[in-house]
Structure formats: C-alpha cells, structure tokens
C-alpha cells in the first residue's frame, strides 16, 4: 500500500469519526430539560430533605417563647410534605400539633404559616410530639 492510498484511508474515517462525535453531542443538548422564567422572578429549588428528618407545613400557633438559648413554639401540621429516608418516629398528622425547638437566631411569629425540616428529639415528653429544628425551608 502507497502512502496515498494510506492517506485516502484515512481521510474517510476521520470524517466519520468527527460526524459520530457531533452526533452525540447533538442528541445530549436536546434532552436536556429548560424551563422559561420571566427575567423578574427568581426560581429557587427545594432544598434536599435530610435522611432522619420530616418536612412539614403548617401554622405558628403560639408566642415563641425563649427556654435556655432555644426558640420553642407549637406548629399546628397542616400537611406532611416529605419524610427522610431514615425517619423511624410518628408521623404527625394533618390538624394536629406538634412542639418545635429551634436556635435563638431563627425569626418565627404567630400565625405565620411555615415550611420546616424537622427531627425527632430523643425525649419525647407531654401530649404534642418534640421536634428539633433543622431548617426553615424556603417555599
């Protein structure tokens, strides 16, 4: 075999390897989802619930009082948005009230309807379920 043949042989499947690499990039950028959002509004995404956590929703029922550096208030659930993989106590119901402690530096107020991600506490005292405050999600 010449060098031109060689060159000849060459040529063609460069081509085709070039054509089988644009392909591919191709068929990638198209099944990418978008999504439209107007220029003036920001879209934030949920946050990853944690693995021994709940998610839930619901109302501020009482004055947050301050017991040792902690926030404690009572959320009437009104909905459980999501449990964690690793979540082994009662799942509160939707009407009922649960107990939350949260850190002093988290701003809640009564009657504010709220999103939290929340823990068991390992003392479980009194008529409402104890949960310790992991997050205020953002809705």
Known sequence: MTLSKTKNAIIPILFFSLWIGLAGCKSVNTTQKSINVPEDQTVLTPQKLPRKAIRLSGEVITDVALINNRKMFNLRV??????????????????????????????????????????????????????????????
């Open 78 to 139: 009104s909905a459980v948005e999501g449990i964690g993989s690793n979540f082994r106590t009662k799942e509160p119901e939707a009407g009922e009230t649960v107990s939350i402690n949260s850190p002093s530096d988290i701003a809640f107020e009564k009657g504010e309807v709220v999103l939290v991600d929340v823990a068991a506490t390992k003392n479980q005292t009194g008529d409402n379920l104890m949960f310790n405050l992991l997050r205020k999600v953002v809705k």
